[in-house]
């Protein structure tokens, strides 16, 4: 709902928030190469250490025979699994439970594992994990989730870790998994490779019998790389013990998260840690550190000396998607109304550690978008070792898709326009029962059939002039704001300006001016006057839990801010009113100030001035308001997120997003025509981060579509194209120009109305289903020319 409990929740004129080409803080630096990555750091004295990746897809490491590294001038060290020196960490924050830091057994090609080698320089540690002689075991492994069925299989996690953390044998239970049970909790089980579970809702025998047909598809989903610009690197070292403080103190540059989460895994107090860099890269949901940004201080404090771990790109070739194969059931009647919803999927787990996006996503889907209520999702889940999803990726959006598809296919059964099936679907803004229309759906969806020119043909029956066959497709989800954690702003009023203190780090989509434009808005100050302060000692941090996080979060500055500026004003008026001007035992008639005999309930601020609100003609600028050093802190929750909460049952904020292709029958080529998003974010915030994210998301989605493909040895379940030469990431010249109508309903639930847009546009099968009214065939992504002329039998 619109922003009623903030102040100025339902401001109608802005100046700052939401203006364009307002430049980010840091972005000359980055533009510049003046940043500092976690790879840019080199230090006095440095260490270099490089950890051992296996080239199994599967295996353990029986024993390691160091001499032949240690005999290399210039290896110092070469630290395995089992030194006794790892007692000195806690548990990896973002990993699960474990005896040991490194361990001795890989689940994937190219996983980490048993020792690292420490030397004077990278090319020494290359030389010296050469030098290495492993004893491998390899391994059972599965690399197609459809053999992980098999419940002959033999189980690949190996050794579990119970709940004391012990490494031991396979904890299986009734009961399942400690993950099953958090996750799957009406029915968690678990045999062998295999974990699956049942959420039933609503009356499916009643939803069977009220449909006219079952319409039935399969949505299958592969599995997409993330793509990391800024190699993942840290550099560590340790002062002399402060004075003050207890303990030793460490340095770390490069982990770019909250140092809360190194002292915790090094067991020391916060102000024990010194991070002063701030940027950590181009990073899309990925949350988590690796081990080349953890391990440095280990090796630092064993070593005593700086110590540099820098990963390659190859080396953090993660998953943002795992594999799903969806095979869905609609109960519909001879209108279009959907009646009862059943989606069987196989999914892949991932190695050990993974992202739990996997499960979540039986809550955030496009399932209770729909006015039926009658609701079947059954998740069989499957260890494998095919790679590491790190963080959320992209299960989220990914899964909107399967009613996506699902409009398209009944649109072209039923000879209907997908946006009117969708209409029919839709339920209203208060609950799934609630038949009135959702305003902000209906804006984004006249908007897109205006701009896109849309009249919506059956499959295969339009050419363009050139020949070519031409397909439209659309598709509606939330723009959420899933981010719902507790925030904090601390804001100064000193040395007559306003400062903003922040640890960073800093991310892509630079909330931290997003939270700036906010302060200033309210403050009546242009941007260019809060002073920022990027402080690793600072309490307030950049992340949000997501750029979306950023509406939520800015809803605390709000309101931060404006307990700042009733103190501001208050501390003016004390100002104003005061006659003499004391120099110690000394005191001096002072000139009356044109704020004298106003009180703060009559006083403003405004361009940088405080003005009594009867006459702007009377003021004072904000630098020459009071000499005091003022202080405003706000911390807690925003208003509840309709979309975290209700998942959908709920709508408020909403997207439609639009395609045209081209497919020509010859070559398989498809050709992306025009792509428009109209989004209602509610409020914009700062559009160029707005925009950007948009495009980033187009990207991801095209890539995954048309271009990416992971590709794996059956045989041996080692990875082929592992590299951004083989593995085909579109390029700038491959994107096509995204147009943009944005719309402004302020029906969102954080600052000013707004909810985000997170990646809620980022899908998997738009551009597919396009394809399919183009051509009246279905093409599995990625629709390489190769498959299309397969599907239209060419080839």
């Not at 038949?435 to 363009?464: D, Y």
Request: some cysteine.
């Amino acid at each position: 709902m619109p922003d009623y409990l903030g102040a100025n929740g339902l401001r109608e004129n802005f100046r700052v928030v939401g203006k364009p080409n307002i430049p980010g803080l840091t972005s000359y630096a980055m533009a510049t190469g003046v940043a500092k990555f976690g790879s840019d750091y080199v230090m006095p004295d440095m260490l270099h250490a490089k950890i051992l990746r296996s080239p199994y897809a599967h295996a353990k490491v029986l024993s390691i025979d160091t001499s032949a590294a240690l005999a290399i001038p210039g290896v110092v060290d070469v630290v395995l699994w089992d030194d006794p020196f790892f007692e000195n960490m806690q548990l990896s924050p973002m990993g699960g439970k474990k005896s040991s830091y490194l361990m001795p057994e890989a689940h994937s090609e190219g996983d980490e594992i048993g020792a690292i080698v420490v030397a004077e320089s990278e090319g020494l540690c290359d030389e010296g994990l050469k030098a290495l002689k492993v004893e491998w075991e390899e391994l059972p492994f599965i690399v197609d989730v459809r053999k992980g069925l098999d419940p002959e299989f033999p189980p690949i996690r190996g050794p579990l870790y119970d709940e004391s953390g012990t490494y031991g044998p396979p904890a299986l239970t009734d009961e399942g998994l400690p993950w099953m049970a958090v996750h799957f909790p009406e029915d968690p089980r678990k045999v062998g490779n295999v974990g699956w579970s049942t959420k039933t809702e609503g009356d499916m025998d009643a939803g069977w019998a009220q449909a006219d047909f079952i319409l039935e598809y399969d949505v299958n989903i592969h599995d997409v790389v993330s793509m990391l610009p800024n190699p993942e690197a840290s550099v560590a070292w340790w002062s002399e013990p402060n004075p003050y403080k207890p303990g030793k103190t460490l340095r770390i540059e490069g982990a770019v998260s909250r140092r809360g989460m190194i002292a915790n895994m090094y067991k020391l107090p916060e102000d024990n840690v010194i991070q002063e860099g701030v940027f950590q890269g181009g990073k899309y949901c990925d949350w988590g550190l690796r081990m080349a940004q953890e391990i440095t201080p280990l090796l630092s404090l064993k070593l005593g000396r700086p110590v540099r771990c820098c990963n390659s790109r190859a080396d953090n070739f993660d998953l943002c998607v795992n594999e799903r194969f969806a095979h869905i059931r609609l109960g519909v009647t001879k209108d279009g109304l959907i009646t009862a919803a059943e989606d069987n999927s196989l999914l892949d787990h991932g190695t050990p550690n993974s992202s739990e996006m996997t499960v979540y996503d039986r809550d955030w889907n496009g399932y209770y978008s729909l006015k039926c209520e009658n609701i079947s999702q059954r998740y069989t889940v499957v260890d494998s070792n095919r790679g590491y999803m790190h963080t959320c990726g992209q299960f989220v959006p990914y899964s909107w898709d399967m009613v996506t598809v699902g409009i398209a296919i009944l649109a072209e059964k039923l000879g209907k326009d997908p946006t009117e099936i969708a209409r029919l679907n839709l339920h209203g803004p208060d609950s799934q029962r609630d038949t009135r229309p959702v305003p902000s759906f209906e804006a984004c969806l006249e908007t897109g059939r205006k701009l896109m020119n849309w009249e919506w043909h059956p499959a295969g029956t339009k050419r363009l002039p050139d020949g070519r066959l031409h397909g439209g497709s659309f598709r509606y989800q939330m723009c959420p704001r899933h981010a719902f954690m507790a925030y904090f702003c601390k804001l100064e009023y000193r040395g007559g300006a306003v400062h903003f203190p922040t640890q960073g780090p800093i991310a892509g989509w630079f909330g931290t001016e997003c939270f700036t434009m906010i302060a200033a808005e309210e403050l009546g100050l242009e941007f260019d006057d809060i002073v920022v302060d990027y402080d690793y000692r600072a309490q307030h941090t950049d992340e949000a839990g997501g750029s979306d996080g950023v509406t939520g979060h800015g809803w605390i500055v709000k309101e931060c801010a404006n307990i700042l500026k009733r103190k501001i004003l208050e501390a003016a008026a004390e100002e104003a009113a005061k006659t003499v001007t004391r120099f110690g035992p000394m005191s001096f008639p002072r000139p009356d100030s044109p704020l004298k005999g106003f009180s703060a309930d009559e006083l403003d601020i405004v361009d940088g001035n405080v003005v009594a609100k009867s006459d702007p003609s009377k003021f004072v600028p904000l630098s020459q308001a009071s000499g005091e050093t003022l202080t405003a802190n706000y911390g807690g929750n925003s208003p509840k997120s309709a979309w975290a909460t209700y998942f959908g049952r709920k709508l408020d904020t909403m997207s439609t997003s639009w395609c045209e292709v081209a497919v020509d029958e010859e070559t398989g080529e498809t050709e992306i025509l025009k792509y428009l998003v109209v989004p209602d974010p509610g409020k914009v915030i700062r559009r160029t981060s707005f925009e950007s994210q948009i495009d980033q998301v187009i990207f991801f989605s095209q890539g995954a579509q048309l271009m990416e493909e992971y590709v794996m040895d059956p045989e041996t379940g080692v990875r082929l194209n592992a590299n951004m030469i083989d593995y085909r990431k579109p390029t700038t010249l491959d994107v096509p120009i995204v147009d943009k109508e944005i719309l402004e309903l302020r029906s969102g639930d954080g600052a000013y109305g707004a909810s985000g847009i997170a990646h809620n546009l980022a899908n998997s099968h738009l551009i597919i289903t396009a394809m399919y009214n183009a051509t009246g065939v279905w093409i599995d992504p990625p629709a390489t020319p190769d498959r299309v002329l397969k599907a239209l039998g060419k080839c």
